[in-house]
C-alpha cells in the first residue's frame, strides 16, 4: 500500500521535530522543513531513516515567504501527488512591549505564525479538493485565546490562526477537508529556554497540571486529529495543563 505523505513545518526541534518522529513511525513519508537550522533538520532526517527506517525529504524555506512556499510545493508535488495531512507548525515569538516593537519585528511574527498557514494551505488544499480527503492541523497558542502582555503581536497571530482555522473549516468541509488547531499551553522548547530556572518554577506553580508539556504530547494530539473521524473539524483544542 502507499504511504501517506504528511508536510510538517517547523521541523528541524521542538513540537514539529516531535510531529515529524510521531507521523514517521505511523508510516508516513514525512516532509521535513525549518528556514534556517539546516543540520538540525538533516539529524531529524537522519533519526526518522536509522530509528524508525521510514522515509522522508527535506524541504527548506520560508514558511513566511510565499516564494519558497511556492518552491517548496513545486518539490513536494515532483514527489507525490497530494499532501495527507498539513501540519502547520513553524512559528516565532517576540517578548517586549508593544510600544517598542519595530515594523519588522511585527511584521515578521505576523508573517511566520499566521501568513505561513496561508501561503502553505494555499497550495495544499487543490489536491486534497479533488480527493476530495485531507487534514490541516495548525499548532496555535492558548495566548491567541487569552492574550499574553508582553506579547501582543504573538497573541494577535496566533487569534488569526484560530480565526483563520474556524473559517477554512467552514470553507473546506463540504470537500471533506478538516481543519482543526491546537492550543498550545506552555510546551518545553527552545522557545521557552529564555526563561531562568525561578521564573520557569513559578510558571509551573500557575499550571494546574504543575508542569510543562511536552513536544511529544502536542505531536501526540496532531496525530490523532489527522486521525480523527472527519466530523471533527474547526475546532482549536486547548492543550494546556488545564492553564485556561
Ligand atoms: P521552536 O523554536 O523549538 O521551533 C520552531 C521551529 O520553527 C524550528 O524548526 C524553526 O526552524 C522553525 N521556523 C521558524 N521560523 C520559520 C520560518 N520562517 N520558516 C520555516 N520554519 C521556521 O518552537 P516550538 O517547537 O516551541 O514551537 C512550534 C510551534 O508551537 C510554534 O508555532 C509556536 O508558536 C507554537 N507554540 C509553542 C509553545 C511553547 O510553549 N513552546 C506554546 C504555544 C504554541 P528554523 O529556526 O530553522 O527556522
Known amino acids: 500500500m502507499e504511504s501517506k505523505n504528511v508536510l510538517v513545518t517547523g521541523a528541524s526541534r521542538g513540537i514539529g521535530r516531535a510531529a515529524a518522529f ?19 533538520l538533516n539529524e531529524v532526517r537522519r533519526g526518522i531513516e536509522e530509528v524508525y527506517q521510514g522515509s522522508c ?9 510565499p516564494k519558497d512556499v511556492a518552491s517548496m510545493f513545486e518539490q513536494i508535488y515532483r514527489s507525490c501527488g497530494c499532501l495527507d495531512v498539513l501540519v502547520n507548525n513553524a512559528g516565532i515569538s517576540h517578548i517586549g512591549l508593544l510600544m517598542d516593537m519595530g515594523d519588522d519585528d511585527w511584521r ?14 494555499r497550495k495544499a488544499i487543490p489536491p486534497m479538493i479533488s480527493r476530495q480527503s485531507g487534514k490541516i492541523i495548525n499548532i496555535s497558542s492558548m495566548w491567541g485565546t487569552s492574550g499574553a502582555s508582553c506579547e501582543v503581536a504573538y497573541s494577535a497571530s496566533k487569534a488569526g490562526v484560530n480565526g483563520l482555522t474556524k473559517a477554512l473549516a467552514k470553507e473546506l468541509a463540504p470537500s471533506n477537508i478538516q481543519v482543526n488547531a491546537i492550543a498550545c499551553g ?45 466530523y471533527l473539524t474547526g475546532q482549536v483544542i486547548g492543550v494546556d495543563g488545564g492553564y485556561l
Open 22 to 40: 510521531r507521523f514517521a513511525k505511523g508510516g508516513y513519508h514525512v516532509f521535513l522543513n525549518c528556514c534556517t537550522s539546516v543540520d538540525e
Open 57 to 65: 525529504e527535506v524541504v527548506c524555506g520560508d514558511v513566511g515567504n
Open 108 to 121: 515578521k511574527v505576523i508573517d511566520t505564525n499566521l501568513s505561513s498557514v496561508f501561503y502553505c494551505c
Open 186 to 230: 506552555v510546551i518545553d522548547t527552545k522557545m521557552n529556554m529564555q526563561l531562568s530556572e525561578e521564573e520557569r518554577k513559578t510558571l509551573e506553580n500557575e499550571i494546574p497540571a504543575g508542569r510543562y508539556g511536552t513536544a511529544e504530547e502536542i505531536a501526540q494530539v496532531a496525530w490523532d486529529l489527522a486521525h480523527a473521524p472527519g
